[in-house]
């Protein structure tokens, strides 16, 4: 005997096997997934973040507006978060200070700014300070902080200086601080550090004041626990291996010139991994069993930027570089 159902019975069978299929009914409203390789193109007209897998395929954009450029993004170490720093505030105001930290869910959506374009901060030397913008930001291993760096107003006589924040835009506070120097965090320790970069200055023969950069790993005090580099070279962006036991980083020698090296994190068996094969490599992250390295690098001084993968031991490089023309900058690697 065939049953005949009322029309609103039919209709609601038919939606609960449509959603099931879209697979809509597992508590979340999305089933979109970006991939692991977040990058900044200003394919479209301005600069936007796009987003790919480690074969350089299934590339997707995130963010279309051109009124919101993308100038940095990090993956949260869980994977659900985006942070990218991007611009708010008045035209007439110098761009750095324009810049602000927002954070957004892994599909680029619900988008949240956390850093306001202006701190204020009682000095016990110097008085009130007032900083302003967003640069380098690094991620807590428990993605609930971020670190980055604001610069001390006005600007031609500003220093960086190192703050923290909650995810939800709370809890600011100035964490590492030399009115006379710069410093940069560029990623979090697992334990009780941070690693990133001073930029110094000393005196040539002459008298003349060099400026170089220094390697540094930060107490959480904001004391400096070791430092590596000397005048005429550079040490900078380091990123921590997963396990935590070796770091990477860009080395700038006196002669110009410009590598990657790692190095234990004492400082140890410090090794070249590039030797000139790429155009002023920066390392982004760790692949997450520590064989492999995403770079941001050059195959020419003025390209628009290629995105490499490096085999650790071989010293392969794989180029998965998503767009041949424009500018395109590589950001992040989820693990």
């Known amino acids: 005997m065939r049953h005949k159902f009322p029309p609103l019975v039919v209709l609601s069978i038919t939606l609960f096997i449509f959603l099931s299929a879209c697979g809509l009914l597992d508590g979340n409203s999305s089933t979109f997934d970006a991939g692991p390789i977040?990058?900044?193109s200003d394919k479209s007209g301005s600069q936007q973040l796009y987003s790919m897998n480690e074969e350089g395929d299934n590339i997707t954009q995130l963010t279309d507006?051109?009124?919101?450029?993308?100038?940095?993004?990090k993956w949260s170490p869980d994977g659900t978060k985006i942070a990218v720093i991007s611009r708010i505030g008045s035209k007439d105001t110098y761009s750095g200070f324009r810049r602000a930290?927002?954070?957004?869910?892994?599909?680029?959506?619900?988008?949240?700014?956390?850093?306001?374009q202006w701190k204020k901060i009682d000095d016990p030397d110097w008085g009130t300070i007032t900083y302003g913008g967003a640069w380098y930001m690094a991620w807590s291993p428990d993605s609930k902080q971020l670190t980055f760096s604001r610069l001390m107003a006005p600007e031609a006589l500003g220093s960086f200086d190192v703050f923290s924040i909650d995810v939800e835009g709370k809890n600011e506070?100035?964490?590492?601080?030399?009115?006379?120097?710069?410093e940069r965090v560029a990623d979090w320790g697992k334990g009780s550090h941070y690693w990133g970069s001073i930029v110094d200055y000393a005196e040539d023969s002459t008298g003349r004041a060099i400026q170089y950069i220094?390697?540094?790993?930060?107490?959480?005090?904001?004391?400096?626990?070791q430092s590596w580099g000397e005048p005429g070279?550079?040490?900078?962006?380091?990123?921590?291996?997963?396990d935590g036991m070796k770091v990477a980083f860009r080395f700038i020698g006196k002669n110009n010139n410009r590598d990657m090296f790692i190095m234990d994190v004492s400082g140890a068996n410090k090794k070249n991994l590039t030797n000139g094969t790429v155009q002023s490599p920066n390392p982004i992250a760790w692949s997450a069993d520590d064989s492999q390295i995403l770079i941001h690098g050059y195959e020419r001084e003025l390209d628009g930027g290629r995105t490499l993968i490096l085999n650790v031991e071989t010293l392969e490089i794989k180029d998965i570089t998503p767009f041949e023309e424009g500018y395109t900058l590589t950001s992040s690697w989820r693990n």
Request: glycine share 4%.
């Open 101 to 116: 930290i927002f954070v957004m869910s892994a599909d680029g959506s619900s988008r949240n700014q956390i850093t306001t």
């Open 65 to 73: 507006d051109p009124n919101f450029p993308i100038y940095e993004a």
């Open 214 to 225: 220094r390697l540094v790993s930060f107490k959480k005090d904001g004391q400096v626990e």
């Open 38 to 40: 977040l990058f900044i």
């Open 233 to 242: 070279e550079v040490w900078e962006r380091p990123i921590l291996s997963q």
């Open 173 to 182: 506070k100035r964490i590492i601080s030399d009115l006379n120097l710069n």
